[in-house]
């Protein structure tokens, strides 16, 4: 919605990504403008502050080349919009929104401000149904829900890449006959990343949408990308009634290009240098997961970060962990011992799992064979410490017998390489392993 | 003692949006009060005026400023920001700034637009008044006028003035109409506003001898809460602040319960409503909603409302402490309150203090504490507002900040342990860190009320748990197979103390735990413990001993 164009040509100064415009009368906090450059190249902006008659704009790109004297801005009257349509599906685009896959944009059915609004708590519908990732870790001990936001921890080196392939190829939904749409968005990729995502999407059965920011595109498109593949989300789920399931990789790369922005508008950084705001931008993309009462779709958010230095409360996964309902930890020493997903179960958690598993969503018997795992695995891990120190000889027979349970269970049940695992696969896989060391599962 | 409702006698002050900068509006407006209450922008979005500066005035703005426009008007309303209070906030949900949300939800859709504003009560809706005097009574301030049942609550009317009464209703009635007549042409009204951010007043503060049971065997017993007390739980991610919060709604042996859910998670409020509409108060035997008002901004609703949630839900508490009841304020979590001042203090560009937080954030959060307490109230009935808070350290790590500046002001401490809720032991509460300054005071209580050996048992667990530290660094060593029977037969009491006693699921019938049964769990691991002990020293063997003395409970 176009109302009217303001052209001014009155920059008064411009540092990095910012640029100040003076004697400008009624701008609009987060309007988008465009920039027009010397030599017409153009660029997209956004107003990040209003004093008065100076108008402080935040350009999303590269400012090389700008200047005071030849530049202009035009004001829009509109803050940032996503073009829709029930066309996007099967579409590849940029952190801008450009087909990146030689085909023209879709001829737009609607507008929505790319920021989304907030769902009000008492539209919330209880997430309770199952996906089904394939994998026997989330599906068997960590439970994936509809409207869930669950993150994959990952670390430098580890296979999560792979693993996020895995997910976009084999997810599915428990009734096979509703719509399901996979949304991806990926944050700063290298182009060997880039190339592996196009392979597998090429691949995909199931309909899906990708946004790619390159490693080498601007960072503050990567601010935006996310937002763009949730107001599609949210489009398809709530207007169309499509089940979607947003995979969001890599969300480290998005908190750093937070932090660049953020320095680069001189803000006072708080821990680690993230700005203290963080919490509420992550939540402002995680929160937007969600099902809602009366309308037939659901947004489901699978987010993949990388914990620097492996650390676990580093500040990204930290507040990712204080925001989303679980999370899927992946160990380096699991990755070490060739087990692929390398997913430590101790640490991982689905906290919505309990109302979406058991009879009428996955398996009646499901509850009982995840606990029986968790705990003998979890035991068999404690004794390994105990292990390193008396050795293995002096230890009792039933101490060795659930220290070999704990290897089994990574071994056959957390490993499974590339093969799909239905819910059903999973759980009988369990019981035969618990029923091999003699306990009883009845 | 009211404030009356003035919004529109005032439109004459009006000005406009010079500056923008996040949540924050400078205005070029004269005549404002700090702490007022304006309407900013043609969407009319709710502000308070924070600072006042030459010819202008700096808003907060409790909504998502983004679309405002440089020039579009500021209108003063000359009130704070204030709640309104009266029947038909019990079962309630409203947002940080008093919204109805199931209204706002039917009345703009599924998603929360700005600028839209609903009051609270229902105007409209048939009340049944009661009345508790006649005309001719003299009352003062603060007393009983009458009352209505809101669900199985009497809500009663309170004065808000010294005065002779010359006429009161004594039938059915709205907010809207009056309750009746005082000398002077006082009208007494059924439903009254009140400024957030300033206590209510009461006649005194009590001390308080009660203990606030929550149903948590660990709590109850060990580190007891108090009414009238308040107390912190920090934690790192998924610790179980939630569960216990809701846990503690639900179980709480109070009359009336607040929760604020203050900037945490969309879906567990969905959650925790659609699960607690099938539950019954175990102490009253009636709907759990029905003495529950939430509050609820969650983490992606703006920011300044969140800021504003907790004192929103505190004179809610109070407004029903105000009345003779115990209120329970539950808030989940105090941190996210504390960034909130953050972010807002920095758009301000105040100057930071420890981790970028204000350097007031610890006097705010004193003096919210001191909202607590067992109170006379101003009819000389015994009120209480108890609180109990959840803290989000970042990375757990205990020093930062808003952790810090609890633990000078809570009565109780509860650490949440991350490797106690890796191990799955719920709830996670550290028993060697955490504390509680009621125990020796409540003491009594437990003594004379639930059982005399109330003492003597918490004294026994406290042993076990602690001889089995010490003999769980041997054992790192030597393995279990190096201890005397003595001391294994120890490490199997703890762990039987540890997964029956302390540890509680939520998602079971175990979930709720009444003093009598969390003192018969405790006696019978410390009856089995001495029965076990005497066999030993008989000279029977230890998987003997445990055997027959299980056998023998
Ligand atoms: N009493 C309990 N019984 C059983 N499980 C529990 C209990 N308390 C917590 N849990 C488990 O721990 C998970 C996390 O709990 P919870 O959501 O309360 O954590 P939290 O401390 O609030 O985390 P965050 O800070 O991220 O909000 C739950 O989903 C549940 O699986
Ligand atoms: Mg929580």
Known sequence: ?442 | MTVQRTEHSSEHNVGHIKGISGPTVTVDMQGLKLYDRVYVGRAMLTGEVVRLEGPGAIIQVYEDTRGLGMGEPVKGTGNPLTVRLGPGLLAGMFDGLQRPLERLREETGPFITTGKELYALDYMKQWRFHPLKKPGDAVRMGERLGYVEEGPFKHYFLSHYDGAILRIIDGDFSLNDSLGELDGGRDMVGCTEWPVRTPRPIRRKLPSREPLITGQRSIDMLFPLSRGGTAVFPGGFGTGKTILEQSIAKFADVEIVVYVGCGERGNEMAEMLEEFVTLTDPWSGRKLTERTVFVVNTSNMPVAAREASIYTAVTMAEYYRDMGYHVLLLADSLSRWAEALREISSSLEEMPGEEGYPTYLASRLSSFFERAGVVETLSGELGSLSMILSVSPPGGDLTEPVTQACLRTAGAFLMLDTSLAHRRHFPAINWFQSYSLYEKELAPHFREKVSPRWEELKQKCREVLRREESLREVTELVGIEGLQDADRLLMQVAERVRTEFLGQNAYTEDAFSPPDKTIDRIGAIVEFHAAASEKLKQGVLLEEAVKTSLNAK
């Open chain 1, 1 to 442: 919605m176009r109302l009217s164009e303001h052209i001014y040509r009155t920059i008064s100064s411009i540092g990095g990504p910012l640029v100040f415009v003076d004697k400008v009368f009624s701008a609009r906090i987060g309007e988008m403008v465009r920039i027009v450059y010397p030599d017409n190249r153009r660029m997209d902006g956004e107003v990040l502050k209003i004093d008065g008659e100076t108008v402080l704009i935040q350009v999303y790109g590269d400012t090389r080349g700008l200047d005071v004297e030849n530049s202009s801005i035009i004001f829009s009257e509109t803050v940032k919009l996503a073009p829709l349509s029930p066309d996007i599906i099967g579409r590849v685009f940029n952190g801008s929104f450009l087909p990146m896959d030689g085909m023209p944009l879709f001829i737009p059915e609607k507008q929505s401000p790319i920021t989304g609004f907030p769902i009000n708590p008492s539209a919330r519908a209880r997430p309770e149904e199952f996906i089904e990732t394939g994998f026997s870790c989330i599906d068997g001990l960590n439970t994936l829900v509809k409207g869930q936001k669950l993150p994959i921890f990952s670390a430098a080196g580890l296979p999560s890449k792979e693993m996020a392939a895995g997910i976009l190829r084999n997810a599915r939904l428990a009734d096979e006959t509703k719509r399901f749409v996979v949304v991806f968005a990926a944050l700063g990729l290298t182009f060997r990343e880039y190339s592996f995502y196009r392979t597998v999407l090429q691949e995909m059965r199931t309909g899906f949408v990708a946004f790619v920011n390159m490693a080498d595109d601007p960072v503050m498109e990567r601010l935006l990308t996310p937002r763009f593949a949730l107001t599609v989300s949210e489009y398809l789920a709530f207007e169309l009634g499509i089940d979607v399931l947003v995979v969001i990789t890599d969300m480290t790369n998005y908190c750093d290009a937070l932090r660049e922005v953020s320095t680069a508008r001189e803000e006072l950084p708080g821990r680690r240098g993230y700005p203290g705001y963080m919490y509420s931008d992550l939540a402002s993309l995680y929160e937007r997961a969600g099902k809602v009462k009366g309308l037939a779709g659901s947004v489901t958010m699978l987010p993949v970060l990388t914990m620097p230095e492996d650390d676990i409360t580093h500040p990204i996964p930290d507040l990712t962990g204080y925001i989303t309902e679980g999370q899927i930890v992946l160990s380096r020493d699991l990755h070490r011992k060739g087990i692929f997903p390398p997913v430590d179960v101790l640490p991982s958690l689905s906290r919505l799992m309990q109302h979406g598993i058991g009879a009428g969503h996955t398996r009646e018997d499901h509850r009982k064979v995840s606990n029986l795992l968790y705990k003998y695995y979890a035991k068999g891990r404690d004794l390994r410490r105990l292990e390193a120190i008396v050795g293995r000889d002096g230890m009792t027979d039933s101490d060795k017998q659930m220290l070999d349970l704990a290897g089994a269970f990574e071994q056959e049940f957390v490993n499974q390489e590339i093969k799909r695992r239905t819910v059903h696969e999973t759980l009988d896989a369990g019981i035969s392993l618990l029923k091999r060391f003699g306990v009883v599962v009845e």
